[in-house]
T-cell receptor
Framework: ETGVTQSPTHLIKTRGQQVTLRCSSQ?????VSWYQQALGQGPQFIFQ???????GRGNFPPRFSGLQFPNYSSELNVNALELDDSALYLC?????????????FGPGTRLLVL | SQQGEEDPQALSIQEGENATMNCSYK?????LQWYRQNSGRGLVHLIL?????REKHSGRLRVTLDTSKKSSSLLITASRAADTASYFC?????????FGTGTSLTVIP
């Protein structure tokens, strides 16, 4: 077990709706990253938060947004859901940012958009 | 888009044999990490090799890194059925991680 939890485990939404996914990092980890993994693909980096500020972003549109809280929890919000947003969403926490540290992944939230 | 590729995409071996997976990446890196994933669940960290290292060992795992060729390899020795999973390399640059496409390893008992 990595000590990183995510909720919910599964979620079904319809196109155009909004969704919030939650992650609880390891205690003491200041950095959380979010990834989208389509079926049969590797994870794609969405963004990273360090001490409650976004400090890195992949090639995802603004309708993907996030929040990080002082209690080591974080959220991924996706607005105006599209069918292609169906995927496994993974969060990962690490001690610091900068890519020098091991990331510890949660089990993921599987989102299906109909 | 992903900035890494693993080779082969799929690998099937007998228990006890060695498995070798290769990874190529595109940008300069701080480090390269290998992860394992079982059946679409969360990723488990296996090993990290820094950009100034050339080889690293951890148990039955051996990782090499060639920054001049922008490539890495993961060797699993004496494979077990429980090693069946997908394996990903992840290159780290600044505040981003770039995962490859993965190698699906099947170890036949």
């Amino acid at each position: 077990e990595t000590g990183v939890t995510q909720s919910p485990t599964h979620l079904i939404k319809t196109r155009g709706q909004q969704v919030t996914l939650r992650c609880s990092s390891q205690s003491g980890h200041n950095t959380v990253s979010w990834y989208q993994q389509a079926l049969g693909q590797g994870p794609q980096f969405i963004f990273q938060y360090y001490r409650e500020e976004e400090n890195g972003r992949g090639n995802f549109p603004p309708r993907f947004s996030g929040l990080q809280f002082p209690n080591y929890s974080s959220e991924l919000n996706v607005n105006a859901l599209e069918l292609d947003d169906s995927a496994l969403y993974l969060c990962a926490s690490s001690l610091t940012s900068g890519g020098q540290e091991t990331q510890y992944f949660g089990p993921g939230t599987r989102l299906l958009v109909l | 888009s992903q900035q890494g590729e693993e080779d082969p995409q799929a690998l099937s071996i007998q228990e006890g044999e060695n498995a070798t997976m290769n990874c190529s990446y595109k940008t300069s890196i701080n480090n390269l990490q290998w992860y394992r994933q079982n059946s679409g669940r969360g990723l488990v960290h296996l090993i990290l090799i820094r950009s100034n290292e050339r080889e690293k060992h951890s148990g039955r795992l051996r990782v090499t890194l060639d920054t001049s060729k922008k490539s890495s390899s993961l060797l699993i020795t004496a494979s077990r059925a429980a090693d069946t999973a997908s394996y990903f390399c992840a290159s780290s640059s600044s505040n981003q991680f770039y995962f490859g496409t993965g190698t699906s390893l099947t170890v036949i008992p």
